[in-house]
């Protein structure tokens, strides 16, 4: 056997290995007692697990097949290309994927891109790269916190937003690459970014309650809610469906709002405080999480579940909450705390009507 032969059984073997390690590893923590005494020192779902998921996840043809097929987000990133990136620059596209985005700043006439995924999709972009021509893309397989350059780039060029946008570790990522290879005064596309997190009426025939606050033809699960379930991941759920979500109780507001330009870690807030006043009255079954890019004044990408223009691939998150009724005028003083923004299992969430501010009325998940 050849030794190229030998190297790729090597390159394939420690792949499978690691799917298999990261795959256990997973299993583990959704089973949180399991994963309490086999790693009780560790943080349930560690930087090292994160990568691991997203390097298997975005392997995956599918995946890319709904990011490319999903034309919003495609002419939101063509259309701030054009604008922003010229002949000459030198760019780095983070997670790049199958290239295209690193192709269509090529095509702008950059000088030199750097293609950065981790995944064994890249073996695929290289592929693609050639098939179609495309100069002065250098493809580089490893994670964006090991890459270095001889001399600072003009552009960070990324689409690092997961479904709650912090999910895929898009601040961390940025900001290291920002302060370590974008030169002073250089550009990130995007940068402008806001956070929604609105409660919401599912339609009915749609909403599926807590299981204690069913009654099923006359048989009563209420003595159920004194077990709830301690997994985090049950309190939400993911959906792209426009048709899940009736209404918004109050007119939707960023409940937080950055430029990953100037953005610092210790920018960050883990304690959100906003308030809603109610415009549409009824049943509130959750929050939906949602997100906004915005590249110039005129020139931007959501995921809101009521935008008809959504970009489609992304989910919004909903956070599950007790079903409370509001009458118009209330004000819902919302509190959404977190341990890690990239891990929604450490989020917290509770509401307060302020109209009637007795404690039986506060909610905490």
Same mark, same amino acid.
């Given at each position: 056997? /050849?030794?190229?032969?030998?190297? *790729?059984?090597?390159?394939?073997?420690?792949?499978?290995?690691?799917?298999?390690?990261?795959?256990?590893?997973?299993?583990?923590? *959704?089973?949180?007692?399991?994963?309490?005494?086999?790693?009780?020192?560790?943080?349930?779902?560690?930087?090292?697990?994160?990568?691991?998921? =997203?390097? #298997?996840?975005?392997? =995956?043809?599918?995946?890319?097949?709904?990011?490319?097929?999903?034309? &919003?987000?495609?002419?939101?990133?063509?259309?701030?290309? /054009?604008?922003?990136? +010229?002949?000459?620059?030198?760019?780095?596209?983070?997670?790049?994927?199958?290239?295209?985005?690193?192709?269509?700043?090529?095509?702008?006439?950059?000088?030199?891109?750097?293609?950065?995924?981790?995944?064994?999709?890249?073996?695929?972009?290289?592929?693609?790269?050639?098939? =179609?021509?495309?100069?002065?893309?250098?493809?580089?397989?490893?994670? /964006?916190?090991?890459?270095?350059?001889?001399?600072?780039?003009?552009?960070?060029?990324?689409? #690092?937003?997961?479904?709650?946008?912090?999910?895929?570790?898009?601040?961390?990522?940025?900001?290291?690459? @920002?302060?370590?290879?974008?030169? &002073?005064?250089?550009?990130?596309?995007?940068?402008?970014?806001?956070?929604?997190?609105?409660?919401?009426?599912?339609?009915?025939?749609?909403?599926? &309650?807590?299981?204690?606050?069913?009654?099923?033809?006359?048989?009563?699960?209420?003595?159920?809610?004194?077990?709830?379930? #301690?997994?985090?991941?049950?309190?939400?759920?993911?959906?792209?469906?426009?048709?899940?979500?009736?209404?918004?109780?109050?007119?939707?507001?960023?409940?937080?709002?950055?430029?990953?330009?100037?953005?610092?870690?210790?920018?960050?807030?883990?304690?959100? =405080?906003?308030? @809603?006043?109610?415009?549409?009255?009824?049943?509130?079954?959750?929050?939906?999480?949602?997100?906004?890019?915005?590249?110039?004044?005129?020139?931007?990408?959501?995921?809101?579940?009521?935008?008809?223009?959504?970009?489609?691939?992304?989910?919004?998150?909903?956070?599950?909450?007790?079903?409370?009724?509001?009458?118009?005028?209330?004000?819902?003083?919302?509190?959404? #705390?977190?341990?890690?923004?990239?891990?929604?299992? /450490?989020?917290?969430?509770? +509401?307060?009507?302020?109209?009637?501010?007795?404690?039986?009325?506060?909610?905490?998940?």
């Amino acid at each position: 056997m /050849s030794s190229r032969s030998l190297q *790729r059984l090597s390159t394939r073997g420690f792949s499978a290995f690691r799917r298999l390690r990261a795959g256990l590893r997973r299993w583990i923590q *959704r089973r949180p007692k399991l994963a309490a005494w086999i790693y009780p020192d560790e943080d349930r779902w560690s930087e090292e697990d994160r990568r691991d998921y =997203n390097g #298997q996840m975005f392997a =995956n043809f599918h995946e890319h097949e709904r990011m490319l097929s999903d034309r &919003p987000r495609m002419d939101f990133y063509h259309a701030a290309i /054009s604008r922003h990136i +010229q002949p000459g620059d030198r760019v780095v596209d983070l997670g790049t994927g199958t290239g295209i985005l690193a192709a269509l700043a090529a095509r702008r006439g950059a000088a030199h891109v750097y293609a950065i995924d981790h995944s064994e999709i890249l073996t695929h972009a290289r592929t693609l790269a050639a098939a =179609n021509r495309v100069e002065r893309v250098e493809f580089v397989a490893m994670h /964006s916190s090991a890459f270095t350059v001889d001399r600072c780039v003009d552009v960070i060029l990324h689409e #690092q937003m997961g479904d709650c946008l912090f999910d895929e570790s898009m601040v961390a990522n940025i900001i290291d690459l @920002r302060d370590r290879v974008l030169k &002073p005064g250089g550009l990130i596309l995007p940068s402008l970014f806001d956070f929604y997190c609105e409660p919401i009426k599912i339609r009915d025939g749609r909403v599926v &309650p807590f299981i204690w606050e069913l009654t099923v033809q006359g048989y009563e699960y209420a003595c159920l809610e004194r077990h709830r379930p #301690q997994d985090m991941s049950y309190y939400h759920l993911t959906s792209t469906d426009r048709s899940l979500v009736e209404h918004f109780l109050g007119d939707p507001e960023p409940a937080l709002s950055f430029d990953l330009q100037t953005i610092t870690d210790a920018d960050l807030p883990l304690d959100l =405080n906003f308030t @809603r006043t109610v415009i549409h009255p009824g049943r509130m079954d959750g929050y939906a999480v949602y997100f906004r890019a915005r590249v110039d004044r005129d020139l931007e990408l959501g995921s809101s579940p009521l935008d008809p223009g959504r970009a489609p691939h992304w989910g919004f998150r909903v956070l599950r909450t007790d079903r409370r009724s509001y009458e118009r005028g209330d004000r819902i003083d919302i509190r959404l #705390q977190v341990g890690r923004w990239a891990d929604l299992n /450490s989020w917290r969430w509770s +509401q307060m009507k302020r109209s009637e501010p007795k404690p039986g009325l506060a909610e905490k998940v």
